[in-house]
């Protein structure tokens, strides 16, 4: 009998290993003598390349940067084996680097994301994988761009200060000196959304607000990257800012489309792929994942909709195990998900769900393995 357990991380509370351990003693109290496989996933954003790693065997590297607000910062990529680069933008510009009283989405930038960009290509990368979640920022990549060799100057010849609030500004953009190495790498973007640049569905509307913007600056912020987009549109002799998962982490994916014409991937597809998940589960009984929250928003790139989706391929039956259930989670079941169950026990708090997450995971994972047993063999619950 083999047991698959691939969760996500449960955000403040576990890794995507510390989660998916948590559950293997869960099964193991169920089922003795199962062959229980873990395979932590992660669908982009944070603890994406922790999850790659440990799968590959890669290794981490530290470059030393600037986080979103330009102050120093050692940030943490992988490298693995074949030569791939796995980056996570938010190592660099990500919003838990950056105190809420202290974030500025104006002037956050992701010139540090291009500075760990630099450092994969100084080690030699031939392909560089770049996960997109958790930014702080918002300037369509612009900052990340100058950090590349791009020049962007206002009307008066003067290099744009960092942040998106300046792109309205932009008048000139000079890309004769963006690194040359970038032609011959293969740049893939990992993301769990599909927005736009601008718009009612774009970078500013949409994710602006969760990191500081008030209404006002989620207008000046898209009028503003609508400027970036039309400046690179005249410069390039082409306008991608429509296309989707060009407003991902703050417009980021934007200038990596325009500018390294980057290839744009849902995060947990690139995950499964590094990992060998199809393979591992294709002779599994039994399927375990889980994230901090799901709901209808999960089946659009997330994990446990990655995870299922694999594990109904190849015929096995897959559980998730959720921090909680929002509205929408059960639109999962036509993607293969079998069922899902809430981690708390009873009523209890965020704060008593995040610090008791092991545990709890490790009762519901008994639970249901107890529950597919009896389903499976019937009377062996009682035994």
Request: hydrophobic share 45%.
């Amino acid at each position: 009998m083999k047991i698959v357990i691939a969760p996500d991380s449960f955000k403040e509370s576990l890794s995507a290993m510390e989660a998916a351990q948590a559950m293997a003693r869960g099964v193991r109290q169920a089922l003795p003598d199962a062959e229980i496989v873990c395979v932590p996933m992660g669908d982009g954003g944070e603890g994406t390349v922790d999850a790659v790693l440990e799968a590959t065997r890669g290794e981490w590297r530290t470059t030393q940067t600037t986080d979103a607000l330009g102050r120093p910062i050692a940030a943490r990529w992988g490298w693995l084996p074949d030569g791939t680069a796995f980056i996570e933008m938010a190592a660099a510009a990500g919003l838990e680097h950056v105190a809420p009283e202290d974030r500025d989405i104006g002037r956050a930038s992701t010139f540090g994301v291009g500075q760990t960009i630099l450092a994969a290509l100084d080690a030699g990368a031939q392909r560089i994988v770049i996960g997109l979640g958790g930014s702080a920022t918002n300037d369509g990549g612009a900052g990340m761009l100058q950090a590349l060799g791009v020049t962007l100057r206002d009307a008066a010849g003067v290099d744009l200060v960092p942040g998106g609030a300046a792109l309205a500004s932009l008048a000139t953009i000079d890309t004769s000196g963006i690194d040359p190495r970038l032609k011959n790498v293969r740049v893939e973007a990992a993301t769990d959304v599909d927005n736009p640049l601008c718009g009612e569905s774009g970078a500013s509307a949409i994710f602006g607000p969760q990191k500081g913007a008030s209404p006002r600056d989620v207008l000046a912020l898209d009028a503003a990257l609508a400027h970036f987009a039309a400046v690179c549109a005249d410069t390039l002799g082409r306008d991608v800012s429509g296309e989707p998962g060009t407003g991902a982490a703050g417009g980021t994916g934007f200038a990596l489309q325009a500018f390294a014409q980057a290839h744009f991937r849902p995060g947990i597809e690139v995950v499964a792929e590094l990992t060998g998940l199809a393979a591992t589960v294709a002779d599994a009984d039994l399927v375990f994942t889980g994230e901090g929250r799901m709901d209808a928003q999960t089946l659009r790139g997330k994990t446990p909709a990655g995870v299922a989706r694999v594990a109904q391929q190849a015929g096995v039956p897959v559980v998730a195990i959720a921090g909680s259930l929002g509205p929408g989670y059960d639109a999962l079941y036509a993607a293969g998900l079998t069922a899902a169950v809430s981690l708390a026990s009873g009523p209890m708090t965020l704060k008593e769900a995040c610090e008791g997450a092991s545990a709890l995971l490790t009762e519901r994972a008994r639970d249901l393995s107890r529950l597919w047993l009896a389903g499976r063999r019937p009377g062996a619950a009682r035994a």
